[in-house]
Structures are given as structure tokens and as C-alpha cells.
């Protein structure tokens, strides 16, 4: 069987090396074009040792000419680059957009927190995210917008984290809506490459933790909201009835999202017995295969999920705060970016949702 060629275009950036890894051990896809920026005429192998596969690839100048005739093109780029860029792409080739520049459903939402020009929503590449409940009360998903899609936007990796935590009480009702917390402990490379090189370096080097984007200003705060919408069965334009603080804090770790997820509970969720509440994550994530529910009284950690596209999730009830904690543990640059991608990309050409991926994680 013939696969589907690929073009990677930021292809030296974290994403973008990633995404080549995971490819070039997929038996759906070959790479047949990289390109980036100010490293154009350079080999690849000078930048993605780690993919020795594709060593001898020459970097090209990002532009349309260059990326059309493949029929899949990966976009890896910053935010803000992609959306001009996506309107001269082929039509009949599928595009995945592993920026922010078609994630959103609302321009003010984009104005406010991104600015500049607004992009069309393109479908949404979480194929775990619950869109609320069919008649018959069965869950409805993102993973049934996805096949046959030729453009597809990536979520954020905290965005992914954030949700896949606190998705399950929002949908079933027994949190509030309002004074949701998350806290996240992400690594360096969850900062993008830009911000690790100049405010990071003692961080790499040496143990220590700084927070970022704080105030309610961090650009992933919308887009959880409207997946938090969704959850509920509503449209983004409900979004504005959740609140939450979000507050992402930089630790020494190359890689890996630890989210720790809080919010008030609701009549119904006071409820709950503790093996009732498990019972309602472990529905949640039913026959969701990169979704491990831990056992009663395991923490997830990011270590057991590093090179893999499983989320590892649990949930408490704090009953001296009222509050239900929910976790969730992944690869920021795999199930936070270019795994969940390619996830979605599989769904879209219909492959096996785990074509070329995993959710073993590597051992420290």
C-alpha cells in the first residue's frame, strides 16, 4: 500500500520535531518535505538528530509553492503565521494546524487574548473531548467530527491537559461552573523555544520553578473555556458562563504537564460517594485508548507518560473544601501537540487511531 506523503513546515521547532518523530516510524505516512525559516538549505540532521531517518532532508523555505503536492501539510509554526499561510494550501490536501490560528470559535475571544487577524474554527483535533450527551444519553465526541476533515487544528497542550482533567464532572453536572482552578506544573518545552532560551536557562540547568502568564492573561484560557462549553452540550458562544483561574508554573523537566484541576461541587456532586465519582471518569474515558483512568488512590506522574500519547487522570472529592480535584498527566509535545495531531490525522484518513504512536511511556 502506498502511504501518504507529508510536509512538515517548522520543522526545527519542538512541535515540529516531534511531529518528525513520530512519523518516521508510522507505516501510513512518509516525509517528503521539512521546512522552516533561518535554517533553509541546511540538512535536517543538524537539527532533528534524533530522526535519523530523515537526516538527509533539506530544509525549504516555508511558502505555499514549496507545500503543495503533498497530501498531508503540517503546520508547526508560531501563532499568528499559519492562518495567511493555510489560505493557499490545496484544497484536496489535509492540513493540520498544530498553532492557535483556527482553535477558536469566536473572533472577540481571538481579539482579546491573541489580537490581529481572525482565522476560521477549523475541526477540532481532541477526539476525546465530549460534546455533550445524544438522546439516548450516550456521550457524543469530537472524534465523530473527524473523519473525512481536510483541515484540522491542533489543541494546546494545556489546553488538552486542563480539560481531559475537569471534562467529565462538567458533562455529568456535579461541579460548578464558576471558580474552576487549574495549576499546572509544565516544562520548559511547553514555554516554546523563544521563552526557554532567554528566561529558562537556569531552570535547564539546575532545579527550580517560575510561573508564566498569570492574571488571566495565559492565551489557552479561551479555548478551555469553549471545551468546557462543550462538555456541558453547549456552544462556544456559552463559554462565558465558566470562570476560571489558570495558572501555568515552569519547572525543571524538559518535557510533561501535571494538571491539577479543582471545582466546587454542585448539588449533585455532594452526593457522590468517592467510588461513584471514580465510576463517572472511568464512563468518561471508556473505550478512549490513550485515556488510563488510575486506580483508586494513584496520582498520575509525567514520568509514565513521557513519548506516549496516553493521558493518565484521576479524581478526589476534597470534602473539607467542597471542592472535586481532578489530574491529568501528559507529553505536552506528544498528547499536547503532535501525537493528539496525529490521532486526529488517522481518524481523518481512516487509519487506526493508534497508527504510529503509543501510550507506554518511555522510562526515565
Known sequence: MSKYTVAVAGATGYAGGEALRILAGHPGFEVTCVTGRSSVGRRLGEY?????????????????????GHDVVILALP???????????????????????????????????????????????MPELIMGHDAAGAYRRQREALPGARRIAGPGCNVTATTLAMQPGIAEGIVERHDIVADLAVGYSGAGKNLTRTNLLAAEAMGSATSYAVGGVHRHIP????????????????????SLGFTPMLVAMPRGILACVSAPMSEKGRGLGDAELEAIWRKAYEGQDFMVVLPHGELPATQNVVGSNAAHLQVVADRRADRIVAFAAIDNLNRGTAGQAIESLNIALGLPDDAGLTKIGVAP
Request: proline fraction near 5%; avoid cysteine; charged fraction near 20%.
Open 79 to 125: 501563532h499568528g503565521a499559519s492562518g495567511s499561510l493555510a489560505q493557499d494550501l490545496d484544497p484536496a490536501s489535509v492540513v493540520l494546524d498544530l498553532g492557535a490560528d483556527h482553535r477558536l470559535e469566536r473572533r472577540r475571544a481571538w481579539e482579546e487574548f491573541y489580537g490581529g487577524t481572525f482565522h476560521e474554527h477549523w475541526t477540532y483535533g
Open 48 to 68: 532533528a538528530p534524533h530522526v535519523p531517518q530523515l537526516a538527509g532532508l533539506t530544509i525549504r523555505e516555508t511558502t505555499p509553492q514549496v507545500l503543495n
Open 223 to 242: 479555548e478551555i473555556l469553549q471545551n468546557f462549553a462543550h462538555a456541558a452540550g453547549l456552544g462556544a458562544q456559552d463559554a462565558d458562563g465558566f
